[in-house]
């Protein structure tokens, strides 16, 4: 399946200014299959090391982690021989082994001419930054995340399907209705299956939703264990009502996070270590309220204020347990969590697409969604789950800041009228 990791790294490789690169994100997004087939297409031969299948590999790096010693090991260990700019390097699951982590900066600085990657996948939380150095300045670092609707659409032979869309996009004219009907539909697939790339080949092969929701049940459960795996014990509790209790936030008109719906009477100092690190593994993704639109609009955050999204839509329905078919042909029983759904899904594809998004509200509780920087311009958009798209608070909006124009995402056609760039949600990818 085509991944887009792939065009960056591609960039890596050519770069001159190449330095060894963390591959993060959270587990089961693909990093160990791009990575290696990335190698096989690229590269004469990869070096793979796995510190979790193989956890005696941890003790190589214990006598020395400079690049004159590590190599001929290595060449060994891996049955070949590591050639300069030929082989590919590759450490996966490298939080385990924190002096792997730390010896990136001495391959960096003595030898640069190694093509070396590590992935892993809860670094944000497993690294113990007290006793072991990180890195910093050393290394690139890219984050990978779940397939996203347009590599969705790839994986289902759609690639016409894709190119029409992205026309359409850019010259703001609508798509037929036979293939705009189809895409909508393939968008709700989506909705159920997700990104993650085995829940996308389970789908693509066999169309079995029963199938994909076992694989998406498996990966919740590792989750779970890396929740007590790699959190405090005092946290470990608190991380999971925090998960669990996000499809629950969801679900309510308004989508802002509220402690008290986690635990009655929870607070900010009870629970913030628990979002913290349920962001920090690649789970989930917090949006914060702006509270004035202007540039830089990280300057204006409000800290208190902010929604959490999950990183995978399949993952959110699993979670919820909802019933496939509800999805598919928009069941009315699915109304008070449609919007929040939807909003969810557009935050996955915005994040895919490297976005910081906020979004706002006015003293009187008129709400756009998501706020972006595009092209170097503030724009707001609004997302609806039908083709309803009566926009009050987006017009309040663009009354208060007059944006060079907005987004309307909804099920309706490619338009665009009055300043509004209408999009439909199986598009979102091309923002």
């Known amino acids: 399946m085509y991944r887009k990791i792939t065009r960056y790294l591609e960039e890596w490789k050519n770069s001159p200014c190449r330095k060894p690169l963390i591959l993060q994100g959270a587990r089961q997004v693909g990093k160990t299959f791009s990575v290696l087939e990335f190698g096989r297409t690229h590269y004469e031969n990869v070096a793979y090391f796995n510190f979790e299948s193989d956890p005696k590999l941890a003790k190589t790096f214990e006598e020395s982690i400079s690049p004159s010693y590590l190599i001929p090991v290595l060449s060994h260990l891996a049955g070949q021989t590591i050639i300069k700019d030929k082989t590919l390097i590759f450490f996966d699951e490298v939080q385990l082994c924190e002096r792997a982590l730390t010896s990136l900066k001495y391959f960096c600085e003595e030898a640069p001419e190694y093509h070396l990657i590590v992935a892993g996948s809860l670094l944000g ?19 990978m995340y779940p397939m996203d609707m347009e590599e969705f659409m790839l994986a289902l032979g759609e690639a016409d399907s894709v190119s029409r869309i992205k026309e359409c996009f850019e010259s703001d004219s609508p798509m037929p209705a036979a293939m705009h009907s189809s895409a909508m539909s393939i968008y709700r697939q989506y909705l159920v299956v997700g990104g ?4 996308v080949m389970q789908y693509v092969n066999t169309r ?8 998406q049940s498996n990966i919740l459960a590792s989750y779970l264990n890396d929740m007590s795996k790699y959190n405090n014990l005092n946290e470990i509790k608190k991380t999971r009502l925090v998960y669990d209790n996000i499809t629950v936030q969801l679900s309510k008109k308004n989508t802002r996070f509220q402690y008290k719906l986690v635990k009655k009477g929870g607070r900010a100092s009870e629970f913030e270590n628990a979002i913290e690190w349920l ?35 399949g993952l ?25 759904m939807v909003e969810n899904y557009v935050n996955i594809q915005l994040v895919a697409n490297g976005y910081a998004s906020f ?13 972006i920087q595009r092209n170097g311009r503030l724009i707001p958009i609004e997302v609806k789950s039908a083709d309803n798209t009566r926009a009050k608070s987006l017009n309040i909006y663009m009354a208060a800041y007059k944006p060079d124009y907005a987004i309307k995402l909804s099920a309706k056609n490619f338009g665009f009228e009055n300043g509004k760039k209408t999009v439909p949600l199986y598009a979102a990818f091309c923002i």
């Open 125 to 143: 939380v497993a690294v113990n930054r007290e006793r072991f150095s990180f890195p910093v300045g050393k290394v690139d670092i890219k984050t």
């Open 196 to 199: 993650m790339p085995e829940c």
């Open 208 to 215: 079995d939703l029963i199938l994909v929701r076992h694989v």
């Open 279 to 313: 962001v920090l593994s690649g789970i989930v993704a917090q949006v914060y309220k702006a509270e004035d639109i202007k540039k830089p609009l990280e300057n204006y955050r409000d800290i208190d204020a902010f929604k959490v999204y999950v990183s995978d839509m």
């Open 316 to 340: 959110l329905c699993a979670k919820k347990d909802i019933i496939p078919a509800d999805v598919l042909y928009t069941s009315e029983e699915l109304n008070d969590f449609k919007g929040g």
């Open 359 to 371: 979004y706002w509200e006015s003293d009187r509780g008129a709400e756009v969604d998501f706020v």
